[in-house]
Nanobody, 127 residues
Framework: QVQLVESGGGLVQAGDSLRLSCTTSGLTFRLYAMGWFRQAPGKEREFVSSINWSDTGTTLYADSVKGRFTISRDNAKNTVYLQMNSLKPEDTAVYYC???????????????????WGQGIQVTVSS
């Protein structure tokens, strides 16, 4: 059974940084693309970033986070990270980790190709 567990969220002030981690089990991590999505109160879940299966993989970012967020992965630790810098109040949301449904396929901005989701973790940015 695939499990994704997020950690690293919390309450920070605007301009601060946080690093989210998503540790996985139940899959051969190095073969799957990973992604991050978020959902703010009253809004639909939206794409944040994704990374393909390689350690130096192709990455995608939402325009709203480009230049501030960095996705990375450590295949030896079965973990994907989201480094979030220069946080803004509009980054406040529940952040979800996602794994691709099929080996060798990328997660797209429309959540296409997502096989499993983490339980989500709260990130709150105060102004």
């Amino acid at each position: 059974q695939v499990q994704l567990v997020e950690s690293g969220g919390g309450l920070v002030q605007a301009g601060d940084s946080l690093r989210l981690s998503c540790t996985t089990s139940g899959l051969t991590f190095r073969l799957y693309a990973m992604g991050w999505f978020r959902q703010a109160p009253g809004k639909e879940r939206e794409f944040v970033s994704s990374i393909n299966w390689s350690d130096t993989g192709t990455t995608l970012y939402a325009d709203s986070v480009k230049g501030r967020f960095t996705i990375s992965r450590d295949n030896a630790k079965n973990t994907v990270y989201l480094q979030m810098n220069s946080l803004k109040p509009e980054d406040t949301a529940v952040y979800y980790c996602a794994v691709a449904e099929i080996i060798g396929t990328m997660i797209g901005p429309e959540a296409g190709g997502v096989g499993s989701w983490g339980q989500g973790i709260q990130v709150t940015v105060s102004s």
